[in-house]
Nanobody, 124 residues
């Protein structure tokens, strides 16, 4: 099961992009959806998360500029990125944590599902 992120591209500093990622319908119950990013030579970084209850959290460097959201069926997760900076340049990955079936839910055996990344490049 693999997610597919889209919406990346090349943008000038100060510009905006909107990333989206669709979770497969085979996931029985989703607990959190998140966006990570990895710049060349750096470790993967958690950018933003949203829980099934709608609670959001952001890394300090994107607060006030990025917004994570999902659609009503909570299948698609979005990352609206405004006021982009060159330091936001990275490969962005979506992540979904959830339970594959009822048995996994009862036993609290959550799994992480990852998508292929989408490149975001911000020019100065």
């Amino acid at each position: 099961v693999q997610l597919q992120a889209s919406g990346g591209g090349l943008v000038q500093a100060g510009g905006s992009l909107r990333l989206s990622c669709v979770a497969p319908g085979s996931i029985f119950s989703i607990t959190t959806m998140a966006w990570y990013r990895q710049a060349p030579g750096k470790q993967r970084e958690l950018v933003a998360t949203i829980t099934s209850g709608g609670h959001t959290n952001y890394t300090d460097s994107v607060k006030g500029r990025f917004t994570i959201s999902n659609d009503d069926p909570k299948i698609t997760v979005y990352l609206q990125m405004n006021k982009l900076k060159p330091e936001d340049t990275a490969e962005y990955y979506c992540n979904v944590r959830g339970y594959s079936d009822y048995e996994a839910l009862v036993s609290r055996n959550a799994m992480d599902y990852w998508g292929k990344g989408t490149q975001v490049t911000v020019s100065s």
